[in-house]
């Protein structure tokens, strides 16, 4: 018996080696589709683009029906929008991870809090457009505005900072929490000082994902405070602005010569891309340079 099993062993690694080369072509092939897929989109939209990228396009603001000028006050607008939102979401999102990881455990106030925020992620944007114009611009009356959008949006993407917050929080070593408290540390200065520092690069990530998110958000700002056109930059967090995204909406559907819109709603896609590159590099960059202060 003993001899038949080792005779049978070169037959079976030989196919387990076919086998594990198959696999690994499968999945080179499904990657590097994806991101030839990717880089095809990419590639589409700067040739569609390339007739009105300018300088020009990027530093004056729009006119002539939309149809001439460029996007100045729609990046500023996108830029200002995307920085309150992740200042309103992360320090929600954060303390709501720390609470339900750190103080709260697997109990069923923590099983109601996560069953909330699964259920919240799943809920349409069109609907948190809805939410915030009925809640934000009415009820609280701040009208229709850059505040009003951003706390919409804020809304959107908590759930994604909370699960990434949470997640970083469970890969912090629990032997770090117990050196911390048998140093005499209370429980919210490990949380501070120990806990906290050890997961910001997954919070980082959670940020990263969440900016990815709003981005390209249409609906909720629709509702909440993007305006058509404006010839100036808003200068209160209470008025209203202009948007990439909403822009490349206007351009596609609502401009009176749609030959001459579509090539500066592909041009307004390919800025909308490079920002959000632009914000992700940045948090990548700076969660990297945190991992090697910590590796030293």
């Not at 939309?66 to 006050?73: C, K, Y």
């Not at 979401?89 to 954060?94: I, Q, R, S, Y």
């Not at 804020?154 to 032997?175: F, G, H, M, S």
Request: with cysteine; net charge positive.
């Amino acid at each position: 018996m003993e001899e038949r099993k080792i005779r049978e062993l070169p037959g079976l690694t030989a196919r387990r080696k076919v086998a594990d080369a198959v696999a690994r072509q499968i999945f080179r092939v499904i990657s590097y589709s994806v991101v030839a897929i990717f880089g095809g989109i990419v590639a589409y939209i700067l040739v569609r683009a390339l007739p009105v990228l300018s300088f020009t396009f990027l530093t004056q603001p729009p006119r002539g029906g939309m149809l001439a000028g460029g996007v100045s006050t729609c990046i500023y607008g996108t830029v200002a929008l995307l920085m309150l939102t992740a200042a309103l979401a992360v320090p929600l999102g954060v303390a709501a991870a720390v609470y339900v990881n750190e103080f709260v455990g697997r109990g069923a106030r923590a099983r109601v809090v996560r069953a909330a925020v699964n259920n919240l992620a799943g809920v349409p944007s069109i609907v948190f457009g809805l939410f915030g114009l009925a809640f934000f611009v009415v009820f609280l009356r701040i009208g229709a505005s850059i505040l009003a959008a951003s706390l919409t949006l804020a809304v959107v993407v908590l759930p994604i900072v909370i699960v990434a917050t949470e997640e970083a929080l469970k890969a912090v070593p629990r032997d770090y929490r117990l050196g911390s408290a048998a140093l005499g540390a209370t429980r919210w200065q490990t949380i501070s000082r120990v806990t906290l520092p050890q997961a910001v690069p997954g919070i980082i990530t959670g940020t990263i994902l969440s900016i990815g998110r709003v981005a390209g958000e249409t609906a909720p700002i629709l509702f909440t405070g993007a305006a058509f056109y404006l010839p100036h930059l808003p200068d209160h967090p209470r008025q209203q602005f202009m948007e990439l995204s909403y822009h490349i909406f206007a351009m596609a559907t609502q401009a009176s010569d749609i030959a001459k819109s579509m090539p500066i709603a592909f041009a307004t896609a390919f800025v909308l891309l490079v920002l959000v590159f632009a914000f992700n590099l940045i948090a990548v960059l700076y969660r990297a340079r945190l991992r090697r202060r910590r590796a030293w």
